[in-house]
């Protein structure tokens, strides 16, 4: 448990977790269960979490993507063995970080440089401009996940 919970550690700056399932596991509710317990534990209870529900062969059931109350994917069930809803993983993955973008304005001072090399990086800018005072002025669009995670590294710099 203890090798298990310091792997799970990272998962607090993560975007989205993929909590895999054994459908076929006897103890399945349990084990969904110790796992939501640890992620608390590590204070990572509340990143969005993407349940993929494996095995799905054993049962017999075609593959599907169950949605919550908003539309979004939160199940999938799969086989990884025949590879039967593997594309519905995909699917779903894109749906929870790739369809939500962000579209800003920045204005970079040449110290930070490195921001708008990643930004450019990234294939985020649509436009740039300098302004007299050294100022430049970006027009970025960006998955959201990519910018949360240039702020992280940034601090300050979408101010």
Same mark, same amino acid.
């Given at each position: 448990?203890?090798?298990?919970?310091?792997?799970?550690?990272?998962?607090?700056?993560?975007?989205?977790?993929?909590?895999?399932?054994?459908?076929?596991?006897?103890?399945?509710?349990?084990?969904?269960?110790?796992?939501?317990?640890?992620?608390?534990?590590?204070?990572?209870?509340?990143?969005?979490?993407?349940?993929?529900?494996?095995?799905?062969?054993?049962?017999?059931?075609?593959?599907?993507?169950?949605?919550?109350?908003?539309?979004?994917?939160?199940?999938?069930?799969?086989?990884?063995?025949?590879?039967?809803?593997?594309?519905? *993983?995909?699917?779903?993955? #894109?749906?929870?970080? @790739?369809? =939500?973008? +962000?579209?800003?304005?920045?204005?970079?001072? %040449? /110290?930070?440089?490195?921001?708008?090399?990643?930004?450019?990086? *990234?294939?985020?800018?649509? #436009?740039?401009?300098? @302004?007299? =005072?050294? +100022?430049?002025?970006?027009?970025?669009?960006? %998955? /959201?996940?990519?910018?949360?995670?240039?702020?992280?590294?940034?601090?300050?710099?979408?101010?």
């Amino acid at each position: 448990m203890e090798a298990f919970k310091a792997t799970l550690e990272e998962t607090v700056s993560a975007d989205l977790l993929i909590h895999v399932i054994d459908v076929a596991a006897g103890a399945r509710e349990d084990n969904i269960f110790q796992v939501q317990a640890v992620l608390e534990e590590i204070g990572a209870q509340d990143i969005p979490q993407l349940q993929v529900y494996n095995k799905l062969d054993l049962l017999e059931q075609p593959p599907r993507i169950d949605y919550d109350e908003e539309g979004k994917p939160e199940r999938v069930w799969l086989s990884a063995a025949t590879g039967a809803g593997c594309d519905l *993983l995909l699917q779903a993955i #894109a749906d929870r970080v @790739g369809a =939500d973008m +962000i579209e800003e304005e920045l204005h970079l001072e %040449p /110290r930070q440089g490195r921001l708008r090399a990643a930004l450019y990086q *990234l294939g985020a800018v649509a #436009a740039e401009q300098y @302004g007299e =005072d050294g +100022i430049a002025h970006l027009s970025v669009r960006l %998955p /959201r996940v990519d910018w949360n995670r240039l702020m992280k590294r940034e601090p300050g710099a979408a101010a």
